[in-house]
């Protein structure tokens, strides 16, 4: 794979990581409309969760849900998303996505038609990257 995204990069800043997958907070546009918006990608190629073994896939779900409990614990947003959709790189990988009421494409997936036009970031979107690498690590210490 020359030309594979995940191995190129890390796909975003890096928040949290061991030796199998990374947590990394997504920018760009994407970031600008979902705030918290995450992503923890399994680091060697694996196109489904059953291609990884059973230790494997618990340890992955173990990252996403501890993303997601920090995500919600910073963010307290409606609702979290999660969401492994991959169809274009073949690194198995959680979005972890708190979405809000007034999110541009809510209650629909972010990965919808925009129907209404985007607003400014909510005040509240504004937690740095190392406050949420510390609650990922929190959350790991606890489970
Ligand atoms: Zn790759």
């Avoid at 030796?19 to 995450?38: S, Y």
């Avoid at 920090?70 to 492994?84: D, E, G, H, Q, T």
Wanted: glycine share 6%; charged share 25%.
């Amino acid at each position: 794979m020359m030309d594979c995204e995940f191995c190129n990069a890390a796909g975003g800043e890096i928040l949290w990581q061991d030796e199998r997958c990374r947590v990394i907070r997504v920018g760009g546009r994407e970031a600008t409309d979902f705030p918290g918006f995450c992503r923890v990608i399994w680091k060697e190629h694996r196109r489904e969760m059953n291609d990884l073994s059973g230790a494997d896939r618990q340890h992955l779900m173990t990252v996403v849900f501890a993303t997601e409990s920090a995500l919600r614990a910073l963010y307290r947003p409606f609702k979290l998303n999660l969401a492994s959709l991959g169809n274009v790189t073949p690194h198995v990988h959680w979005h972890v996505i708190p979405r809000f009421e007034d999110d541009p494409l809510f209650p629909s997936p972010i990965w919808s038609k925009q129907e209404r036009k985007p607003g400014d970031p909510p005040i509240r979107a504004i937690v740095d990257n190392q406050t949420i690498s510390k609650a990922i690590q929190q959350a790991l210490a606890e489970t």
